[in-house]
């Protein structure tokens, strides 16, 4: 999930004259140290000598600064002084609701993003955002509605598809939201969120179409699934599923081995208890593999056992 913030940006500033206080402005607009930004920014706001829109600018770019550090409190005083001073800026609320949305607090990015798009009806960042905090709380169709309007506007805004795709995982479309991940990536193939998502929705339509015997097409989508993360624990757990459904069980314990290689004791706990409860193992439940394991998992495949089904 890619969430925006915005820069706030120059506006008329006067009444600063000197080399100190034009240093006090810079520091506050340009300045790549969080610290003199901060600084810079509260000398701005202390000397008294701006108001309304300039001084919003300073909480805004303050808050922007404490936002960075992972002082989201400060930031929201700084935000909401801002709005006090500039009661319909757009940055103040953009920035304010990614704030919310990092601390959790959806409905309240909602509020914001609305605020936002108040003021500016056509953008697509916040349309983009307001969709995500609809998705945080569980409103994936709202969000969807969002993203839709966001990519209407901007049809090569990647983060949105890969947002939008998202929001198809939660509801299950795994092929709709694959669609969107290969949108997003056929504009960056670097983009890593996008990579990451669809192999993970490629397992899990994998694994589903497994689960209804269709064996030959989960095998495609896992392959992809481990194209696109390899070492994929859960991957190689639906790939050794489905050699097994296949009958290659020598290449289907490697698939497992290699899911508890990737997976650590985790997934050999799984596999542990998976197999006591198929009556093939009686041993302890300790995250260890080791040849008793092995043992029960050759017998368990040669008996056809479906081990996580």
């Known amino acids: 999930m890619r969430i925006f913030s915005v820069v706030a940006g120059m506006v008329l500033m006067t009444g600063l ?13 340009q300045s790549n140290s ?3 930004r901060i600084s810079g920014c509260t000398a701005v706001i202390d000397s008294g000598q701006w108001q309304g829109k300039n001084l919003a600018w300073a909480y805004i770019n303050r808050g922007r600064a404490y936002r960075v550090i ?30 919310h949305s990092y601390m959790a607090l959806y409905s309240r990015a909602v509020e914001d993003y609305n605020e936002a ?3 500016d009806p056509m953008s697509v960042a916040a349309l983009s955002n307001r969709g995500n905090a609809y998705s945080s709380i569980g409103k994936h169709l709202r969000a969807i509605e969002d993203f839709d309007h966001a990519l209407k506007l901007n049809p090569d805004h990647m983060f949105t598809y890969n947002n939008r795709g998202s929001a198809y995982t939660h509801l299950g479309e795994h092929r709709r939201a694959i ?5 997003a990536l056929q504009r960056d193939p670097s983009y890593a969120s996008a990579r990451f998502n669809r192999g993970n929705d490629h397992n899990r339509l ?38 097994a459904a296949f009958g290659r069980s020598a290449e289907a314990l490697t698939e497992f081995e290699s899911a508890m290689d990737a ?11 998976a197999l006591a409860e198929h009556g093939f193992y009686d041993g302890a439940i ?24």
């Open 117 to 119: 798009l108040r003021l």
């Open 206 to 243: 994998a694994w589903a179409l497994y689960l209804e015997g269709r064996t030959a097409e989960a095998l495609i989508d896992v392959e992809q699934a481990l194209l696109d993360r390899p070492g994929y624990a859960a991957a190689h757990d639906t790939r050794a599923h489905v050699l």
């Open 179 to 183: 669609e969107d991940y290969n949108e």
């Open 286 to 309: 300790n995250g260890v593999y080791d040849a008793d394991v092995r043992a029960a998992l050759v017998t368990c495949l040669e008996a056809d056992c479906r081990v996580l089904e």
């Open 263 to 273: 997976g650590k004791a985790k997934f050999v706990r799984i596999y542990q208890e």
């Open 70 to 99: 992972d002082e989201s409190s400060l930031a929201l005083e700084d935000f909401d002084q801002a709005l006090n001073f500039d009661p319909d800026s757009f940055q103040a609320y953009m920035n304010r609701g990614s704030v």
């Open 34 to 36: 969080q610290d003199l």
């Open 17 to 29: 004259a000197s080399p100190a206080q034009a240093n006090m402005k810079d520091d506050c607009l």
